[in-house]
Nanobody, 115 residues
Framework: QVQLVESGGGLVQAGGSLRLSCVAS????????MGWYRQPPGKQRELVASITRGGITGYADSVKGRFTISRDNAKNTVYLQMNSLKPEDTAVYYC?????????WGQGTQVTVSS
């Protein structure tokens, strides 16, 4: 089993910044892709950003140029630096990691951006 603990969410004004962190622990041999998803109120969960073990990144068009995903393989941690936040970024953000072809999810952290 793999456990994921997220932190860093909160309330911020439009234009502000937040940094999310997600630490993986448990039966980890090698973490493949790590990513962040979000689920806005009343909408489906969507991919925000992902990063491979080798550091190749991908972003949703809506966050390109504003969000940066990174990871520390030694610490089994993935980060999401969110700048120039907009009210439409308001959502519950979920960490996702792939270990031995199994996907694991964090419990989610709320990000609220006020206008």
């Amino acid at each position: 089993q793999v456990q994921l603990v997220e932190s860093g969410g909160g309330l911020v004004q439009a234009g502000g910044s937040l940094r999310l962190s997600c630490v993986a622990s448990g039966s980890i041999s090698s973490i493949n892709t790590m990513g962040w998803y979000r689920q806005p109120p009343g909408k489906q969960r969507e991919l925000v950003a992902s990063i491979t073990r080798g550091g190749i990144t991908g972003y949703a068009d809506s966050v390109k140029g504003r969000f940066t995903i990174s990871r520390d393989n030694a610490k089994n941690t993935v980060y999401l630096q969110m700048n120039s936040l907009k009210p439409e970024d308001t959502a519950v953000y979920y960490c996702n990691v792939n270990v031995a072809v199994i996907n694991y999810w964090g419990q989610g952290t709320q990000v609220t951006v006020s206008s």
